[in-house]
Protein backbone atom coordinates (compact mmCIF):
# COMPACT_ATOMS: atom_id res chain seq x y z
CA UNK A 1 0.00 0.00 0.00
CA UNK A 2 1.70 3.39 -0.78
CA UNK A 3 1.11 5.77 1.87
CA UNK A 4 -0.17 8.78 0.91
CA UNK A 5 1.48 12.49 1.38
CA UNK A 6 0.05 14.14 4.75
CA UNK A 7 -0.92 18.03 5.00
CA UNK A 8 0.87 20.31 7.98
CA UNK A 9 -1.24 23.23 8.84
CA UNK A 10 1.05 25.77 10.91
CA UNK A 11 -1.26 28.23 12.86
CA UNK A 12 -4.69 26.58 12.10
CA UNK A 13 -6.51 29.64 14.24
CA UNK A 14 -10.09 28.66 14.34
CA UNK A 15 -9.64 25.28 12.25
CA UNK A 16 -11.89 25.78 9.75
CA UNK A 17 -9.30 25.51 6.97
CA UNK A 18 -8.84 22.08 8.37
CA UNK A 19 -12.02 21.13 7.99
CA UNK A 20 -12.66 22.88 4.46
CA UNK A 21 -9.72 21.32 3.45
CA UNK A 22 -10.66 17.99 4.61
CA UNK A 23 -14.08 17.92 3.16
CA UNK A 24 -12.56 19.15 -0.05
CA UNK A 25 -10.53 16.38 -0.36
CA UNK A 26 -13.04 14.06 1.04
CA UNK A 27 -15.34 15.03 -2.42
CA UNK A 28 -12.47 13.99 -4.51
CA UNK A 29 -11.44 10.96 -3.06
CA UNK A 30 -8.05 12.35 -2.23
CA UNK A 31 -7.79 12.05 1.80
CA UNK A 32 -4.49 12.24 3.26
CA UNK A 33 -3.24 9.71 6.19
CA UNK A 34 -2.44 12.63 8.54
CA UNK A 35 -3.48 16.35 8.70
CA UNK A 36 -1.04 17.68 10.83
CA UNK A 37 -2.13 21.03 12.67
CA UNK A 38 0.91 22.92 14.36
CA UNK A 39 -0.71 25.16 17.57
CA UNK A 40 1.08 25.73 20.13
CA UNK A 41 -2.04 27.74 22.28
CA UNK A 42 -3.49 25.48 24.19
CA UNK A 43 -6.91 27.50 24.22
CA UNK A 44 -7.00 27.69 20.49
CA UNK A 45 -6.00 23.59 20.19
CA UNK A 46 -8.93 23.09 22.39
CA UNK A 47 -11.03 25.26 20.26
CA UNK A 48 -9.58 23.53 17.07
CA UNK A 49 -10.17 20.00 18.25
CA UNK A 50 -14.40 20.94 18.91
CA UNK A 51 -15.09 22.41 15.87
CA UNK A 52 -13.40 19.77 14.05
CA UNK A 53 -15.02 17.02 15.98
CA UNK A 54 -18.50 18.53 15.98
CA UNK A 55 -18.19 19.42 12.46
CA UNK A 56 -16.61 16.84 10.54
CA UNK A 57 -16.64 13.80 12.94
CA UNK A 58 -15.61 11.04 10.83
CA UNK A 59 -12.44 12.72 9.45
CA UNK A 60 -11.37 13.85 12.90
CA UNK A 61 -9.28 10.62 13.11
CA UNK A 62 -7.42 12.20 10.59
CA UNK A 63 -5.96 14.68 12.89
CA UNK A 64 -3.04 14.97 15.16
CA UNK A 65 -1.81 18.45 16.62
CA UNK A 66 2.03 19.06 16.73
CA UNK A 67 4.05 21.58 19.29
CA UNK A 68 6.82 21.66 17.17
CA UNK A 69 7.34 21.04 13.09
CA UNK A 70 8.54 17.30 12.39
CA UNK A 71 11.54 16.32 13.68
CA UNK A 72 11.59 13.29 10.86
CA UNK A 73 11.15 13.50 7.05
CA UNK A 74 8.07 15.04 5.94
CA UNK A 75 6.00 13.97 3.15
CA UNK A 76 3.50 16.31 2.14
CA UNK A 77 2.48 19.55 1.78
CA UNK A 78 2.96 22.70 4.71
CA UNK A 79 0.05 25.29 4.56
CA UNK A 80 -0.02 28.41 6.53
CA UNK A 81 -2.85 31.20 6.21
CA UNK A 82 -2.26 34.57 7.78
CA UNK A 83 0.73 33.02 9.68
CA UNK A 84 3.89 33.69 7.66
CA UNK A 85 2.92 36.86 6.52
CA UNK A 86 2.51 37.95 10.44
CA UNK A 87 6.30 36.71 11.38
CA UNK A 88 9.34 39.17 11.81
CA UNK A 89 11.51 38.58 8.16
CA UNK A 90 13.60 40.35 6.36
CA UNK A 91 13.77 40.48 2.41
CA UNK A 92 16.25 40.58 0.33
CA UNK A 93 17.21 41.72 -3.32
CA UNK A 94 19.83 41.11 -5.80
CA UNK A 95 20.87 44.50 -7.64
CA UNK A 96 23.30 44.24 -10.39
CA UNK A 97 25.36 41.44 -8.38
CA UNK A 98 24.87 43.37 -4.63
CA UNK A 99 22.65 42.52 -2.20
CA UNK A 100 19.90 45.43 -0.87
CA UNK A 101 18.14 44.71 1.91
CA UNK A 102 13.87 45.42 0.69
CA UNK A 103 10.97 47.23 3.07
CA UNK A 104 8.38 49.13 2.67
CA UNK A 105 7.86 53.13 2.31
CA UNK A 106 5.62 55.75 1.21
CA UNK A 107 6.17 57.87 -1.88
CA UNK A 108 3.48 59.85 -3.04
CA UNK A 109 0.50 58.69 -0.23
CA UNK A 110 0.81 54.89 -1.93
CA UNK A 111 2.82 52.40 -0.53
CA UNK A 112 6.50 51.41 -2.59
CA UNK A 113 9.09 49.07 -2.27
CA UNK A 114 12.62 50.84 -1.01
CA UNK A 115 15.99 49.51 -1.08
CA UNK A 116 18.95 49.60 1.52
CA UNK A 117 22.11 48.50 2.51
CA UNK A 118 21.73 45.64 4.08
CA UNK A 119 23.45 44.82 7.74
CA UNK A 120 27.77 44.48 7.57
CA UNK A 121 27.37 41.41 8.57
CA UNK A 122 25.71 40.59 5.22
CA UNK A 123 28.21 42.07 3.22
CA UNK A 124 30.57 40.46 1.08
Not at 54 to 71: E, F, G, Q, S
Amino acid sequence: MVKKPCVLEAGPGSGEMCCELLLSLEQINCLPDNYLLLEVSADLRERQKILIETRIPRLAKLVTWLDTLPDKKFDGIILANEVLDAMPVHRFTMRGGELFSLGVGIGGGKFEWRTAEPEDSLKR
